[in-house]
Structure formats: structure tokens, C-alpha cells
Nanobody
Framework: QVHLVESGGGLVQAGDSLRLSCAASGRTFSGYNAAWFRQAPGKERDFVAAISWTGSNTNYADSVRGRFTVSRDNAKDTIYLQMNSLKPEDTAVYYC?????????????????WGQGTQVTVSS
């Protein structure tokens, strides 16, 4: 099993930056693709960004493209999400996920492993 733990969430003001981290353990993580999703209260869990295991391929939701950057450090078994120019609509619980495949990277069904989530709140 791959266990994922998110950290780095918090309360910030609009326009601020925040970096989320997702630490993996339990199984070799470097060979897994990874992604970030977010879910606001009463809303569906939405795709944010994905990254292949080599880090050479990334995908972003239209709502965050140009503001968010997903990266990984395989030596540390950690995935990052750098969030810049944060907006109130970015407020949500952010989850990291991992999968042995990269197909349907935008879909929650592609990911068998999930973290517990970290809260990001952006005030205006």
C-alpha cells in the first residue's frame, strides 16, 4: 500500500502564495504518477493538477493553469503543489493521490491511493 500525507494548508489572503506537500510511504513511490484534487463543501472533488512519475509530463485544470505548479522530488518521495495568486474560489480541502497509470489523469477513478486532505482557505 502507498500511504499519502498532505501538509502545508492554512489561511491566507487573496493574492498570497502557499505550497502544499504530499509525503508518501509504505511502497516505492517514485514509479507512481500523482495528482492533486480539491473539494469545497457541498461540491464534487475536482481535478487540479497531475504529474508523471518522471516529472516530465504535467497537466492542469483550466482554473489553475498559470497560477499553480505541480512538482515532485522522488528522492524524498514527496509531491508538491505551489499555489500562487490565490483566489477565494481556491478555498477547498486539497487531496493528493497516486496511481500506477497516467491515463485519465483528471479522473478520481484513476487513483487507488489518497491522502487525508489539507484545508486551504483564501480570504478576501
Amino acid at each position: 500500500q502507498v500511504h499519502l500525507v498532505e501538509s502545508g494548508g492554512g489561511l491566507v489572503q487573496a493574492g498570497d502564495s502557499l505550497r502544499l506537500s504530499c509525503a508518501a510511504s509504505g511502497r516505492t513511490f517514485s514509479g507512481y504518477n500523482a495528482a492533486w484534487f480539491r473539494q469545497a463543501p457541498g461540491k464534487e472533488r475536482d481535478f487540479v493538477a497531475a504529474i508523471s512519475w518522471t516529472g516530465s509530463n504535467t497537466n492542469y485544470a483550466d482554473s489553475v493553469r498559470g497560477r499553480f505548479t505541480v512538482s515532485r522530488d522522488n528522492a524524498k518521495d514527496t509531491i508538491y503543489l505551489q499555489m500562487n495568486s490565490l483566489k477565494p474560489e481556491d478555498t477547498a480541502v486539497y487531496y493528493c493521490a497516486a496511481s500506477p497509470t497516467y491515463s485519465d489523469a483528471w479522473s478520481t477513478y484513476n487513483y487507488p491511493y489518497w491522502g487525508q486532505g489539507t484545508q486551504v482557505t483564501v480570504s478576501s
